[in-house]
């Protein structure tokens, strides 16, 4: 997607390969920089700070980390700690331990010369198949926002509501939930999107604010309780958010929050559409509530707020009163039950075990073989 009119992706090696290159969120929307990973170690960081973030481009990190880590170190015993560090930064997507586990074997079955080249050109491919697939998610998605469209008898916008951000920022390019917003947009279909701020680390009002500004998508910033009030008074067309995981019986895990939007548009008739990729399928799972691990993060996040004060510097400050405790769970699982339909790459699927498997029969099949 272009920033300043300049197309950007959010990873890339740099021309010489000495490097990998990210565009750094935690700057975001106060400054565009660009940050360089050098090692292992920046790669880790980069993940845990949420330098990058978003279940399909953490995955993408994770392999070109697996590449930094074979030019520092290419013996078997480094790759092995590599893949556990890399896993460990952060548990909830799952997108992050299939690219790593995938990668991590191949580079076993290789010359321990070979590791590095094969894995940053693995972490490119997968960077590649990133954007085709999330293409394909708008497009299907576009067809579920014309036909709102074409049965809403008024020139009036659609109006999407989305939480967190699941936009390009979260992936290689286009994004997932904001893919078919992108798509409807550039093919004349009037839209409009309500974003959720997403305490505590504000990925809505900082980051989907910022890429929708981008790209002329227009938009209104909400407070993360404002959503039930739009949707009772008819303000909300459709919500589509993003997942970080999908257990393969079609429960959802995403952002902190997004279960209270579902149970809102349950209540008032709206469809609640969760847009992904393959990959954030996990086939080993059905029960999202009893088997995905949430993520916890440190009660800075909570007790402390960033932001741009008027002198242009990016600046902390803190919230709640010295002494009170904090929780900061990362993620929520909204249950099947409350989810309209899964926006694949393979097409619209409905929140279920047969239907997501008739959409990925290979995948499902070669799970239920491994764990026969
Ligand atoms: O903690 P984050 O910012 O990595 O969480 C991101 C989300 O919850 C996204 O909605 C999710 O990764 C799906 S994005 C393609």
Request: net charge negative; charged share 20%.
């Given at each position: 997607?272009?920033?300043?009119?300049?197309?950007?992706?959010?990873?890339?090696?740099?021309?010489?390969?000495?490097?990998?290159?990210?565009?750094?969120?935690?700057?975001?929307?106060?400054?565009?920089?660009?940050?360089?990973?050098?090692?292992?170690?920046?790669?880790?960081?980069?993940?845990?700070?949420?330098?990058?973030?978003?279940?399909?481009?953490?995955?993408?990190?994770?392999?070109?980390?697996?590449?930094?880590?074979?030019?520092?170190?290419?013996?078997?015993?480094?790759?092995?700690?590599?893949?556990?560090?890399?896993?460990?930064?952060?548990?909830?997507?799952?997108?992050?331990?299939?690219?790593?586990?995938?990668?991590?074997?191949?580079?076993?079955?290789?010359?321990?010369?070979?590791?590095?080249?094969?894995?940053?050109?693995?972490?490119?491919?997968?960077?590649?198949?990133?954007?085709?697939?999330?293409?394909?998610?708008?497009?299907?998605?576009?067809?579920?926002?014309?036909?709102?469209?074409?049965?809403?008898?008024?020139?009036?916008?659609?109006?999407?509501?989305?939480?967190?951000?699941?936009?390009?920022?979260?992936?290689?390019?286009?994004?997932?939930?904001?893919?078919?917003?992108?798509?409807?947009?550039?093919?004349?279909?009037?839209?409009h999107v309500w974003v959720d701020?997403?305490?505590?680390?504000?990925?809505?009002?900082?980051?989907?604010?910022?890429?929708?500004?981008?790209?002329?998508?227009?938009?209104?910033?909400?407070?993360?309780?404002?959503?039930?009030?739009?949707?009772?008074?008819?303000?909300?067309?459709?919500?589509?958010?993003?997942?970080?995981?999908?257990?393969?019986?079609?429960?959802?895990?995403?952002?902190?929050?997004?279960?209270?939007?579902?149970?809102?548009?349950?209540?008032?008739?709206?469809?609640?559409?969760?847009?992904?990729?393959?990959?954030?399928?996990?086939?080993?799972?059905?029960?999202?509530?009893?088997?995905?691990?949430?993520?916890?993060?440190?009660?800075?996040?909570?007790?402390?707020?960033?932001?741009?004060?008027?002198?242009?510097?990016?600046?902390?400050?803190?919230?709640?009163?010295?002494?009170?405790?904090?929780?900061?769970?990362?993620?929520?699982?909204?249950?099947?039950?409350?989810v309209t339909g899964l926006i694949?790459?393979?097409?619209?699927?409905?929140?279920?075990?047969?239907?997501?498997?008739?959409?990925?029969?290979?995948?499902?099949?070669?799970?239920?073989?491994?764990?026969?």
């Amino acid at each position: 997607m272009n920033v300043d009119g300049k197309p950007y992706r959010t990873i890339w090696l740099s021309e010489n390969g000495s490097d990998v290159r990210i565009i750094d969120q935690t700057r975001l929307p106060h400054e565009f920089c660009i940050a360089s990973l050098k090692s292992l170690s920046d790669a880790i960081h980069a993940i845990r700070d949420m330098r990058v973030r978003g279940a399909p481009l953490i995955g993408i990190t994770a392999a070109f980390g697996l590449g930094l880590a074979m030019r520092e170190n290419h013996s078997n015993s480094a790759l092995n700690d590599a893949a556990n560090q890399l896993i460990a930064t952060r548990p909830t997507a799952i997108n992050l331990k299939w690219a790593v586990d995938e990668l991590h074997t191949q580079l076993l079955n290789i010359t321990a010369t070979e590791r590095e080249g094969f894995a940053m050109r693995h972490a490119q491919r997968l960077a590649e198949e990133d954007v085709s697939i999330c293409s394909a998610i708008g497009d299907h998605g576009l067809e579920i926002i014309r036909e709102i469209a074409n049965k809403k008898h008024s020139s009036a916008p659609i109006n999407i509501l989305t939480h967190c951000n699941a936009g390009w920022l979260a992936t290689a390019d286009w994004g997932t939930a904001l893919a078919p917003v992108y798509k409807a947009y550039d093919a004349g279909i009037q839209v409009h999107v309500w974003v959720d701020e997403t305490r505590p680390r504000n990925q809505g009002a900082s980051l989907t604010a910022w890429e929708l500004l981008q790209h002329g998508v227009p938009h209104t910033v909400i407070v993360d309780n404002a959503g039930g009030h739009l949707m009772q008074h008819g303000m909300v067309d459709i919500c589509i958010t993003g997942t970080d995981r999908t257990t393969a019986g079609g429960d959802v895990c995403n952002k902190i929050g997004t279960y209270l939007k579902a149970l809102a548009a349950h209540d008032n008739g709206i469809p609640f559409y969760v847009a992904l990729p393959g990959p954030t399928i996990d086939w080993s799972i059905d029960d999202g509530l009893r088997d995905i691990p949430i993520e916890e993060r440190d009660g800075n996040e909570v007790s402390h707020i960033m932001g741009g004060n008027s002198a242009g510097e990016i600046t902390t400050v803190r919230l709640i009163p010295e002494g009170s405790r904090t929780a900061n769970y990362a993620f929520d699982v909204t249950p099947r039950r409350y989810v309209t339909g899964l926006i694949t790459e393979k097409g619209i699927a409905l929140a279920s075990r047969e239907s997501l498997a008739a959409l990925y029969l290979r995948q499902c099949h070669a799970t239920l073989l491994e764990n026969s």
